[in-house]
């Protein structure tokens, strides 16, 4: 079955410092997502993106995040400061049509970041 | 800002069993719910969807069944197995509002005892 992977599966990061995170996600599929969830908290949605560009944001993903498609085939995350609360772990989703409703959503095995 | 709350953090049923988890939402603009299940280690998996314009929806071993005067939803699994055993989430969506956003309860850790 088809599969969206994510890479690193754990990268420690010092305070500060830019990290990017790597999906690809799988090949028909056209719309795009990053969740994230911080140790014993939520699933919580951060953005979705369609087209090349973000269909959707929520109030965590602010300036200090972007998202990218940079070559039809990788969907990359990057937090351009990382502090100590951007710690969690990030999945990214895909799916072939618009997700909802009836459409599913297939999430990557997630990558857990620690800033310290 | 818990708009999809699971208020029971785990559930042990005997394999075999009826497993139910619950769910609880207070946005009433959320039209289409969600169950995932989750390993360690693995990312969210789907399991089964409902709309708000059903009241029921089965697959397999699964029914998800929706109280939309209550706001509640809760997932069955008939017979339970061992590999049943993984964190369940309830997820919404306000689909009509034109939102693809899932939001997320906290999860269920179910665990099916041989």
């Known amino acids: 079955e088809p599969e969206v992977t994510q890479t690193p599966s754990h990268q420690v990061t010092q305070m500060g410092q830019e990290v990017i995170l790597r999906c690809v996600p799988i090949s028909n599929h056209l719309y795009f997502y990053w969740y994230r969830q911080i140790l014993g908290q939520k699933v919580e949605f951060l953005v979705s993106f369609y087209n090349n560009e973000i269909s959707e944001k929520s109030e965590i993903f602010d300036d200090q995040f972007s998202v990218e498609r940079p070559d039809g085939s990788n969907f990359t995350l990057k937090i351009r400061s990382t502090k100590l609360e951007d710690s969690a772990m990030y999945f990214c989703a895909s799916s072939e049509y618009r997700a909802l409703p009836g459409n599913t959503i297939y999430f990557g095995e997630g990558s857990w970041l620690t800033v310290v | 800002d818990q708009q999809v709350k699971q208020n029971s953090p785990s559930l042990s049923v005997q394999e075999g069993r009826i497993s139910i988890l619950n769910c609880d939402y207070t946005n009433s603009m959320f039209d289409y719910f969600l169950w995932y299940k989750k390993y360690p280690a693995e990312g969210p998996t789907f399991l089964i969807s409902?709309?708000?314009?059903?009241d029921k929806n089965e697959d397999g071993r699964f029914t998800v069944f929706l109280n939309k005067s209550a706001k509640h939803l809760s997932l069955h699994i008939v017979p339970s197995q061992p590999g049943d055993s993984a964190v369940y989430f309830c997820?919404?969506?306000?689909?009509?509002?034109?939102?693809?956003?899932?939001?997320f309860g906290k999860g269920t850790k179910l665990t099916v005892n041989p």
């Open positions: 997820a919404a969506s306000d689909t009509q509002g034109g939102s693809e956003k899932l939001v």
């Open positions: 409902i709309s708000s314009i059903k």
